[in-house]
């Protein structure tokens, strides 16, 4: 072989160690995601209100009235919908999951709307937002191609007619309620975000005092 063929032939050729590397960062990236969107959120927050702080108004004025309102929304939204998921057990296809397949993950934004409102910082906006797209565009993804695997025909119909994200209201003549059990949402752990909430909102008003 000439030597120029082998060159190029040598450089296209992927390094086994060097891929397995590259495999095993991402994954460790992807099942840490959550977590280092947490610490980074946090981050933020002490940014925001002890290094460089802001004025936020009093959360029984109107706008902090209407986004702590707003955050329980969200909060309310993933619990109702934590409360009849058992995951890879069955397909979740009423309730709340007949206007969206990710009402858990739409309550997240609701509640991330919330604070917001209160807050009203550019910087703390912009910066959330993006921590929530990079964290959950992918989880939805991943999630939604293990369902097709697991659920086959039964997934395809629920994806034609649901709506990804955003709740389709116009279909709430498919909304059949189910029971709603408080066992299932502890299991889920859905107590966490309505203590992390609690600790938010607590926070902003005491720091806006």
Same mark, same amino acid.
């Given at each position: 072989?000439?030597?120029?063929?082998?060159?190029?032939?040598?450089?296209?050729?992927?390094?086994?160690?060097?891929?397995?590397?590259?495999?095993?960062?991402?994954?460790?990236?992807?099942?840490?995601?959550?977590? &280092?969107?947490?610490? &980074?959120?946090?981050?933020?927050?002490?940014?925001?209100?002890?290094?460089?702080?802001?004025?936020?108004?009093?959360?029984?004025?109107?706008?902090?009235?209407?986004?702590?309102?707003?955050?329980?929304?969200?909060?309310?939204?993933?619990?109702?919908?934590?409360?009849?998921?058992s995951k890879n057990t069955y397909l979740a296809s009423r309730g709340l999951y007949a206007?969206?397949?990710?009402?858990?993950?739409?309550?997240?934004?609701?509640a991330l709307l919330g604070i917001n409102i209160i807050i009203w910082d550019p910087l703390?906006?912009?910066?959330?937002?993006?921590?929530?797209?990079?964290?959950?565009?992918?989880?939805?993804?991943?999630?939604?191609?293990?369902?097709?695997?697991?659920?086959?025909?039964?997934?395809?119909?629920?994806?034609?007619?649901?709506?990804?994200?955003?709740?389709?209201?116009?279909?709430?003549?498919?909304?059949?309620?189910?029971?709603?059990?408080?066992?299932?949402?502890?299991?889920?752990?859905?107590?966490?975000?309505?203590?992390?909430?609690? &600790?938010?909102?607590?926070?902003?008003?005491?720091?806006?005092?």
């Amino acid at each position: 072989m000439p030597n120029w063929q082998r060159c190029c032939t040598t450089s296209t050729t992927h390094h086994p160690y060097l891929d397995n590397r590259h495999m095993k960062n991402r994954n460790l990236l992807g099942k840490h995601r959550v977590r &280092i969107a947490q610490v &980074i959120f946090w981050t933020l927050f002490v940014y925001t209100f002890v290094i460089s702080p802001i004025e936020i108004a009093p959360l029984e004025e109107a706008k902090g009235l209407l986004g702590s309102l707003i955050a329980a929304l969200g909060v309310l939204i993933r619990s109702l919908s934590a409360g009849y998921i058992s995951k890879n057990t069955y397909l979740a296809s009423r309730g709340l999951y007949a206007l969206t397949r990710n009402p858990l993950y739409f309550g997240s934004f609701v509640a991330l709307l919330g604070i917001n409102i209160i807050i009203w910082d550019p910087l703390f906006a912009a910066v959330s937002l993006l921590l929530y797209a990079i964290t959950y565009i992918p989880t939805i993804r991943g999630e939604e191609k293990s369902l097709a695997g697991q659920f086959g025909d039964n997934w395809q119909t629920f994806k034609k007619n649901t709506p990804r994200f955003f709740p389709a209201f116009w279909r709430l003549h498919a909304y059949r309620e189910i029971e709603w059990s408080f066992e299932q949402w502890k299991h889920n752990r859905e107590y966490n975000a309505v203590i992390a909430l609690i &600790i938010i909102i607590g926070l902003l008003a005491w720091y806006a005092n």
